[in-house]
């Protein structure tokens, strides 16, 4: 039997939905078990394979130098990576610290022999082409949808319809009533209430709990969060939205599909979701809901509690460090960490950002500059127009659509921040406030202002870092 006490394996997948769809990493994971490592022993990322800043990777590399590692099992090369300049790195550290490179589809590399470094850098080529080639043509494909403004799949309300989408008219449940009709009401509920949460129970006690289908567009969502992205696609008014989860790139166009409302209408129903707190769960024991994560993997905590006596303990812990079923235990943190705890410390990090902004330090929105995209687009169509070319018409449309779309986000994102200024100027006037303060008064300030808090133990004390959205 092979001795692994000093092995490690490692692996990755380029992205979040090969991880939950896909389940890939948990069957490399797996692969790795049987192979004879333990949990402590592998190392992974969700990270692109030419990414040099992977935490995993870093790691095991950490670990390289440290000269506790003499084998390194991964599940083929383009797991390990698909840079050719990295690959260049990582095995100078391989073949300085004598450590052989193993893979779980059968072979391993000499490092120390030419034929090994030859073949190991084929296998970096090929991994980078293929990289390319992915990358390349997911760019073609996508530039090619922007150009024939085609829409790749429909919400609720619409159907597919050739490339484009067309309101749904057929009958919704048994009801008389159209798709598109429910999804109008959905859209009048929330506007008269400005309540997420409100308005999924009131579409529930109406049409019942259970989806249709298995996909979005079959039924209305029941969750906050996925309501909120079907309210914000502009695909309800008639335009389309290209990369929506990258605000760098995200690019909205005008469709020739009917749209549910008027654009007007979508602007305000963003205005409204842009003054309303984020609350993921209605949980009120934990203020601090769907915002702590782990300091060492990354992955969210959640709440655990229970009572000696007449005493109620409440506590954090990582969801990475337990095993369930489909998903093994994937982090070494086990420690878990006090809410009240957490919740101070959150509370004490607002405190000092109020004094600044009460001290005057903190920057007025009125005075925030609109990005620089915005300022080189302006000045590209000036550039284009001058020019008086007809042929240039269509990027002019273009890019003052993509202008349009930029500012009113920026506009927004102004109004959110000048809300949460002020939300945090009056806690400041009030010194009273925080010891009177319920839970439910702290689940809205901190799903208003806070980004995350990072848990994480530095000398045996447990360290809270909480980070703001002003």
Not at 357 to 385: F, M, N
């Amino acid at each position: 039997m092979q001795d692994l006490s000093r092995a490690l394996g490692y692996c990755r997948v380029s992205t979040q939905r090969q991880h939950t769809e896909g389940h890939g990493l948990e069957r490399y994971i797996d692969r790795l078990k049987q192979y004879g490592l333990s949990d402590e022993q592998i190392y992974w990322d969700i990270e692109s394979g030419a990414s040099e800043k992977r935490k995993g990777y870093n790691q095991v590399l950490g670990l390289v130098r440290a000269k506790k590692v003499d084998k390194l099992i991964v599940p083929c090369f383009d797991r390990f990576t698909r840079s050719a300049l990295g690959w260049e790195v990582a095995c100078k550290e391989l073949q300085d610290f004598g450590v052989e490179l193993i893979f779980l589809d059968g072979g391993s590399l000499d490092l120390e022999t030419p034929e090994g470094l030859f073949t190991s850098r084929i296998l970096a080529a090929m991994a980078a082409q293929l990289r390319d080639k992915n990358k390349y043509n997911a760019i073609a494909g996508a530039r090619y949808f922007r150009e024939k403004r085609k829409i790749y799949k429909a919400i609720f309300g619409f159907v597919k319809d050739a490339d484009t989408v067309a309101p749904n008219l057929k009958e919704y449940r048994n009801t008389g009533k159209s798709y598109a009709s429910v999804a109008k009401q959905a859209i009048r509920m929330f506007m008269d209430t400005g309540e997420i949460a409100k308005t999924i129970r009131k579409l529930v006690d109406e049409y019942g709990v259970e989806r249709l289908g298995k996909h979005n567009y079959d039924d209305f969502p029941r969750d906050i969060s996925s309501f909120r992205r079907w309210l914000q696609n502009p695909q309800l008014c008639g335009q389309i939205c290209y990369y929506p989860h990258d605000n760098q790139k995200r690019l909205v166009l005008e469709s020739e599909h009917e749209g549910l409302i008027t654009v007007d209408q979508h602007n305000e129903i963003l205005r409204m979701l842009s003054m309303r707190p984020k609350i993921r769960h209605t949980n009120t024991n934990n203020p601090l809901t769907g915002l702590t994560f782990c300091g060492v993997c990354g992955l969210k905590m959640i709440m655990h509690s229970n009572t000696l006596g007449e005493k109620r303990y409440e506590h954090l812990r990582c969801t990475g460090h337990y095993n369930k079923p489909g998903h093994p235990k994937i982090c070494n943190v086990n420690k878990y960490f006090s809410l009240d705890a957490a919740i101070t410390a959150c509370i004490r990090a607002l405190q000092q950002r109020a004094k600044k902004i009460g001290d005057g330090y903190a920057q007025e929105v009125g005075e925030a500059k609109l990005p620089s995209e915005v300022l080189d687009l302006q000045q590209q169509i000036i550039e284009l127009r001058r020019r008086n070319d007809p042929d240039l018409e269509s990027a002019i449309t273009a890019k003052e659509q993509r202008l349009e779309s930029l500012i009113r986000t920026s506009d927004l994102n102004y109004v959110a921040d000048a809300t949460r200024n002020e939300i945090l100027k009056t806690i400041a006037s009030d010194a009273d406030f925080w010891q009177g303060a319920s839970k439910e008064h702290l689940a809205t300030i901190f799903q208003e202002l806070v980004s995350d808090v990072v848990c994480s133990v530095i000398e045996g004390e447990q360290v809270f870092l909480a980070s703001f959205k002003i």
